[in-house]
């Protein structure tokens, strides 16, 4: 956690300068000990595939409440991104849908979906080197799209976490 805080307020440091923004892929242990550091944080802040929550674990796992307490005050976003990463029931990752809805809940205006396109191994497998070309995951984004409609019902919340969001997060309005 101590590198971990340091290395976040050394991108914010090279960020704020720049306007941008800060994403992180990591865990929710290291959010929570990061959580002080992200709710003052003078630029956005975007947690990468659920936060690194696991799907199987429910919304009750450690940490989960602090991101759900990040993104409700509008301090954090959240990519409801490469649900694979955070299940393994594929294709449709069912038990992802409370994390979702539950992320979507805390606050829509701070959510983002995306493909994670074109679907890489973060992890080295035994036997290859990190600089190794590993073969991508074979997703159907399409299909994992669709789970989007499970997670947020309502037309007007899902335009904003796939248009209104990344528009203003990204600097495309």
């Not at 991108?11 to 994403?23: L, N, P, S, Y």
Request: no cysteine.
């Amino acid at each position: 956690p101590n590198l971990g805080r340091q290395r976040f307020s050394a991108a914010i440091e090279r960020m704020k300068a720049r306007g941008w923004h800060v994403q992180l892929f990591t865990s929710l242990a290291m959010i929570t000990a990061i959580k002080d550091l992200v709710a003052a944080a003078p630029v956005p802040v975007v947690f990468d595939h659920f936060g690194g929550a696991e799907a199987a674990l429910g919304t009750g796992q450690p940490g989960f409440d602090d991101l759900l307490a990040l993104v409700k005050s509008g301090k954090a976003y959240v990519k409801i991104s490469g649900a694979y990463r955070a299940s393994r029931l594929a294709p449709d990752y069912a038990d992802a849908a409370p994390l979702a809805q539950a992320l979507i809940a805390a606050n829509a205006e701070r959510i983002i979906w995306g493909t994670d396109w074109p679907h890489p191994d973060s992890v080295t497998p035994a036997g290859r080197k990190v600089t190794d070309v590993t073969p991508l995951y074979q997703i159907d984004d399409g299909r994992l799209l669709n789970q989007l409609p499970v997670w947020a019902p309502d037309a007007k919340v899902r335009k904003t976490i796939l248009v209104d969001n990344p528009a203003r997060l990204y600097g495309f309005t």
